[in-house]
């Protein structure tokens, strides 16, 4: 596949805004039908939106995170199942630059370039919690490895060519096998059946005695021995989506309303956009999206500056930013797409027209990991000035 090169932050910001055009138009029934969006994922690919962390050295742009940030908004606005495929392919893209060996970076930023993409094999189902990986590799003589486990939730592994995985090594270290696609004993099944994000393709990947060679095996557990934005770089892009699908909301919400809802008649207004009533919610809503953005924006920054000057309290500031725009993000996801329904009336809730898609969505994103503890540690860091934990969630 031959990939356009981005050249700097603002092409990548006005190729994402022509993409979500472009995106917005079919997101409905992808929904609706649940048809996995396979030519807008190439389409992605093809655009040179999914190399744009590549390090200028190896012939990338190496956005800002504020760019990257607006990127996953701007699709998530649009589509937010097609706007979460490609997360965890940054994710790690990130882990390559900060563990990759010069061969490995060389090998795996060249793939990138061309258009290759990477989705995840990380959470497992059944287990204790969601950092009890089982996955396990093991050493052969030649120093290669053999991968076996069963993964669940490996959302853009369908359409994937390399598949990240979380694994622990025999001294139960954490590392990432990136394995092809095609594999042998690597299965990826389309199980997906949430209510929501429902063409992300979300499903289960199988590895039985898949053949790793040491060379694609980067250790993963050295990422949080030191200062680290593994989780927040990661945990700003679920923020952007959830910021996407709310600004989504909104905007369906205003036009459906100038359009298609008559004002009640106690109003006595001529159209339902001039409601006194209707404008004042429009205008709290307003406030919960501009928040979400602008919360969006400062955590960006926040891991820019850290990116710059990483020690401790960088880290540590710009994991609570991120947590603060995750959490506003969320709520704001939730209560707007909720919301659409209440100020469109009751037209909007025919199943034919598929509006609850931005809740379906909102609700089913913001269950990716607890608002309730990120609230906890921003409580902690401001209260007594606690850091929060070095993991990949926060």
């Not at 369908?158 to 025999?170: C, T």
């Not at 690597?186 to 053949?211: E, K, N």
């Not at 710059?308 to 994991?319: G, K, R």
């Amino acid at each position: 596949m031959a990939a356009h090169v981005i050249a700097d932050d603002a092409e990548a910001l006005a190729v994402a805004a022509a993409l979500a055009e472009e995106f917005r138009a079919g997101a409905r029934a992808r929904d609706a039908e649940r048809r996995l969006p396979r030519e807008e994922v190439d389409r992605l690919s093809r655009s040179g939106l999914l190399a744009v962390t590549v390090p200028t050295e190896h012939g990338g742009a190496d956005v800002r995170q504020e760019t990257l940030a607006e990127i996953f908004r701007l699709l998530a606005s649009a589509d937010a199942s097609l706007a979460q495929i490609p997360q965890s392919h940054f994710v790690y893209v990130n882990v390559i630059r900060r563990q990759g060996t010069g061969q490995q970076r060389r090998f795996f930023f060249a793939e990138l370039l061309a258009g290759r993409r990477f989705g995840n094999a990380q959470s497992e189902a059944g287990t204790r919690h969601v950092q009890d990986i089982r996955t396990r590799l093991e050493p052969r003589a030649d120093g290669s490895y053999l991968l076996t486990g069963v993964k669940h939730y490996s959302t853009g592994a369908l359409f994937a060519d390399w598949i990240p995985v979380l694994a622990r090594a025999r001294d139960d270290d954490l590392h990432v096998a990136y394995v092809p696609r095609d594999a042998p004993g690597l299965t990826v099944i389309d199980d997906w059946d949430g209510m929501g994000q429902r063409t992300t393709a979300s499903g289960t990947v199988r590895l039985d005695g898949v053949p790793v060679p040491a060379d694609r095996v980067l250790p993963h557990h050295l990422t949080f021995r030191g200062p680290q934005l593994h989780g927040a770089t990661a945990q700003l892009l679920h923020a952007a989506i959830d910021a996407g699908i709310a600004g989504g909301a909104l905007a369906e919400a205003a036009a459906f309303v100038r359009t298609t809802s008559r004002p009640w008649f106690e109003s006595g207004v001529e159209t339902a956009a001039e409601d006194p009533l209707l404008i004042q919610r429009f205008g709290e809503l307003a406030l919960r999206v501009r928040s979400a953005e602008a919360l969006l924006r400062e955590a960006a920054r926040a891991v820019d500056a850290a990116q710059a000057d990483l020690t401790d309290d960088s880290a540590a500031e710009a994991s609570i930013a991120v947590a603060a725009a995750k959490v506003q993000a969320a709520q704001a996801a939730v209560e707007v797409a909720d919301a659409l329904f209440e100020v469109s009336g009751t037209r909007s809730a025919l199943n034919s027209l598929n509006l609850h898609r931005y809740w379906r969505d909102a609700r089913t994103h913001t269950l990716h990991d607890p608002s309730r503890w990120k609230v906890q540690h921003i409580g902690r860091y401001v209260l007594n000035g606690t850091r929060p934990p070095r993991h990949g969630l926060l």
